[in-house]
């Protein structure tokens, strides 16, 4: 028997929970890519503002579809409202860690994150199950 199969498996099955833990997941790679960008490179934090949104997009697009995937309907509902918790968790922790008030950023992130969120879940929901 392989001892792998006796360790015990984590499943996550609210919809929501799940998106999360996979969108934190992919914001994660991203931000580990982008400092590795900004260290190997001459490129500054400050000019990667546009690349800060496309990983909140693909996060949560990420996201959306585990989401999506775990809900089997209404793919677009539980995509948008994880986009939506995504920013909320994203500025909360802003603004707890550096003082980073609710602005314009803000409010572009959730123009991304929740349309990304809700094509995600879309797109989750038709997924074929393996």
Do not use: C
Not at 57 to 83: E, M, Q, T, V
Not at 93 to 111: C, E, N, R, W, Y
Not at 117 to 123: E, K, L, Q
Request: aromatic residues 8%; positive net charge.
């Amino acid at each position: 028997m392989n001892p792998i199969d006796r360790l015990p498996r984590i499943r996550i099955t609210s919809p929501l929970l799940s998106g999360i833990v996979n969108a934190f997941m992919w914001l994660s790679v991203g931000a580990v890519l982008a400092s590795l960008v900004v260290a190997m490179t001459s490129i500054t934090e400050q000019s990667l503002t546009a690349a800060t949104f496309l990983i909140h997009g693909i996060a949560s697009l990420f996201g959306g579809f585990s989401s999506g995937k775990r809900a089997n309907s209404k793919g677009w509902y539980y995509g948008a409202i994880l986009g939506a918790i995504y920013t909320a968790i994203v500025v909360l922790v802003g603004f707890l860690s550096f003082d980073a008030g609710i602005g314009k950023d803000t409010a572009v992130m959730l123009s991304i994150a929740v349309p990304a969120g809700a094509i995600g879940g879309m797109v989750g929901v038709n997924a074929k199950r393996s």
